[in-house]
């Protein structure tokens, strides 16, 4: 077990410390909100070790307190501290430079993403409604680095190349059919070409891997484990932005001008502000301009959605 302990500290280490060789890092604090949850402590277990983190704030609406002193004992630089109850989430997030939501029931066999919308919104919209009031559209990211994450393992699998150094940007939103990876756009090149059928094949596991997680525990849960290390990937990545990090590049769902669409998701650079600039899409294939025109309707339908959920709140 240490072994695997270091190993995963030193994973974490690597990739927080890029560009900071001697520099010390600022205090900072992190909340997830939902900590208790099936990717809340997961979660929670990846911030601990990460050493940009020197406080960890846990809330959710119970269970909290166990969690924190769980991971509390780990010896890592960052202070632990549980939070449960609507009466403490002020003091959670009081002096937060990052909040992570990972809030939510999980998703069951037949259920879709837009299934859980009604559910999570409102979860989502009761945490919102309680904290500062302000929206910067600088600092609030959809986190769809899971969909990036599988992109690149899947790619990897079937080019043969270290996924270590691979590179998919994956754009639009986050379920089905509106999530599109820019597999032309993959760094490094394979050695190998891979056939139309090959990219369709990767594109829909990519749309899909959800439901392959969800069917494979048969009932018995989601892709807790793996989004959990994505939320952890993009938490480390804000983390390293807001400390000056000059090259943060990582795909996210934000407001944005890329498409006519108000939100997508495409890559950006984080800095000290929060997204500090919102990429374009790049140059294209055909299969991944159908791909485009196509999820359009139905996210521009998912935000509709979710703009009048708010605004009938």
């Known amino acids: 077990m240490n072994s695997l302990f270091r190993a995963s500290r030193d994973l974490l280490r690597a990739s927080a410390t890029r560009g900071y060789a001697s520099a010390s890092f600022p205090d900072r604090k992190v909340a997830v909100l939902g900590a208790a949850g099936g990717i809340g402590q997961p979660l929670s277990l990846l911030l601990k070790l990460n050493?940009?983190?020197?406080?960890?704030?846990?809330?959710?609406?119970?269970?909290?307190?166990?969690?924190?002193?769980?991971?509390?004992h780990i010896n890592s630089k960052g202070r632990v501290k549980g939070y449960?109850?609507?009466?403490?989430?002020?003091?959670?997030?009081?002096?937060?430079?990052?909040?992570?939501?990972?809030?939510?029931?999980?998703?069951k066999p037949g259920m879709t993403r837009d299934d859980l919308f009604k559910i999570n919104a409102g979860i989502v919209r009761a945490l919102v409604l309680k904290a500062a009031g302000v929206y910067d559209k600088r600092k609030v990211l959809g986190v769809t680095t899971l969909d990036v994450v599988r992109a690149k393992t899947f790619y990897a699998e079937k080019a043969g190349v270290d996924v270590g150094k691979v590179d998919v940007p994956v754009v639009g939103g986050h379920a089905g059919i509106t999530i599109l990876p820019l597999f032309s756009q993959t760094v490094p090149t394979p050695n190998v070409d891979l056939s139309p059928a090959d990219i369709d094949a990767l594109t829909k596991r990519t749309q899909e891997g959800g439901t392959e997680v969800v069917q494979a525990k048969a009932g018995k849960g989601s892709a807790?484990?793996?989004?959990?290390?994505?939320?952890?990937?993009?938490?480390?990545?804000?983390?390293?932005?807001?400390?000056?990090?000059?090259?943060?590049?990582?795909?996210?769902?934000?407001?944005?001008?890329?498409?006519?669409?108000?939100?997508?998701?495409?890559?950006?650079r984080l800095g000290r502000?929060?997204?500090?600039?919102?990429?374009?899409?790049?140059?294209?294939?055909?299969?991944?301009?159908?791909?485009?025109?196509?999820?359009?309707p139905e996210l521009q339908a998912s935000i509709d959605k979710g703009v009048k959920f708010m605004q009938e709140a």
Do not use: H, W
């Open 51 to 72: 050493p940009y983190v020197t406080e960890l704030a846990l809330y959710d609406i119970a269970g909290t307190p166990g969690v924190a002193a769980d991971i509390s």
């Open 84 to 107: 449960a109850g609507e009466d403490q989430l002020g003091e959670a997030l009081k002096g937060a430079d990052v909040i992570v939501i990972p809030a939510g029931v999980p998703r």
């Open 224 to 268: 807790t484990l793996s989004m959990a290390y994505a939320g952890a990937l993009m938490a480390d990545a804000c983390l390293r932005g807001l400390n000056g990090d000059s090259d943060v590049v990582e795909c996210a769902y934000v407001e944005s001008t890329v498409t006519d669409l108000p939100f997508f998701a495409s890559k950006v």
């Open 273 to 296: 502000a929060g997204v500090e600039e919102v990429y374009g899409l790049g140059e294209l294939n055909d299969y991944e301009r159908a791909g485009l025109k196509s999820l359009v």
